[in-house]
Antibody, heavy 116, light 107 residues
Framework: EIQLQESGPGLVKPSQSLSLTCSVTGYTITSGYDWSWIRKFPGNKMEWMGYISYSGSTNYNPSLKSRISITRDTSKNQFFLQLNSVTTEDTATYYC?????????WGQGVMVTVSS | DIQMTQSPASLSASLEEIVTITCQASQDIGNWLSWYQQKPGKSPQLLIYGATSLADGVPSRFSGSRSGTQYSLKISRLQVEDIGIYYCLQAYSAPYTFGAGTKLELK
């Protein structure tokens, strides 16, 4: 079974970069499908942030403009989220997920607070 | 972006009651619609994909339907463990977009 686990700092200062890792077990991320980042804001709004495909191509939510980057390390079977120039509005729980016809496997989520 | 208008925002229902949640897409998304349940402190769980297909391990009291650009999630007999927040998601075109969520509580 596919398992995903997010890791990264829980506190980031405004204007700095948020960097998270999603470690995948049970499936090789280069074998197929897309691998996505999603976040849930306080108040329950959910936002799809983007994905990296098995081939390495990426697709980002335009709302994040040029602040977002999703990359991967195939040797470690991990993919990463970097979000630059964060503000308090980026405070959220961040999830990584496997994309098939839906988001069928999710990590447990990591809460990130942006605060000085 | 495709807008997903989800209703109701909150819902209070009794055990064994039939519950229906709807999402209206702002344009045609075909069957690229999935439903999720999120319980407190847990990750979202896929319930329905392809608008009508039940995900593995999901109880058969959950079902999805489509009428044009309106999508519905039905819980045929509400159980205690069904309490949580429900979301729809369109993955027809990027950026994928979620509905605003429906908070389901027990009456």
């Amino acid at each position: 079974e596919i398992q995903l686990q997010e890791s990264g700092p829980g506190l980031v200062k405004p204007s700095q970069s948020l960097s998270l890792t999603c470690s995948v077990t049970g499936y090789t991320i280069t074998s197929g499908y897309d691998w996505s980042w999603i976040r849930k804001f306080p108040g329950n709004k959910m936002e799809w942030m983007g994905y990296i495909s098995y081939s390495g191509s990426t697709n980002y939510n335009p709302s994040l403009k040029s602040r977002i980057s999703i990359t991967r390390d195939t040797s470690k079977n991990q993919f990463f989220l970097q979000l630059n120039s964060v503000t308090t509005e980026d405070t959220a729980t961040y999830y990584c997920a496997h994309v098939y016809y839906g988001l069928d496997y999710w990590g447990q989520g990591v809460m990130v607070t942006v605060s000085s | 972006d495709i807008q997903m208008t989800q209703s109701p925002a909150s819902l209070s229902a009794s055990l064994e009651e039939i519950v229906t949640i709807t999402c209206q897409a702002s344009q045609d998304i075909g069957n690229w619609l999935s439903w999720y349940q999120q319980k407190p402190g847990k990750s979202p769980q896929l319930l329905i994909y392809g608008a009508t297909s039940l995900a593995d391990g999901v109880p058969s009291r959950f079902s999805g339907s489509r009428s044009g650009t309106q999508y519905s999630l039905k819980i045929s007999r509400l159980q205690v463990e069904d309490i949580g927040i429900y979301y729809c998601l369109q993955a027809y075109s990027a950026p994928y977009t979620f509905g605003a969520g429906t908070k389901l509580e027990l009456k």
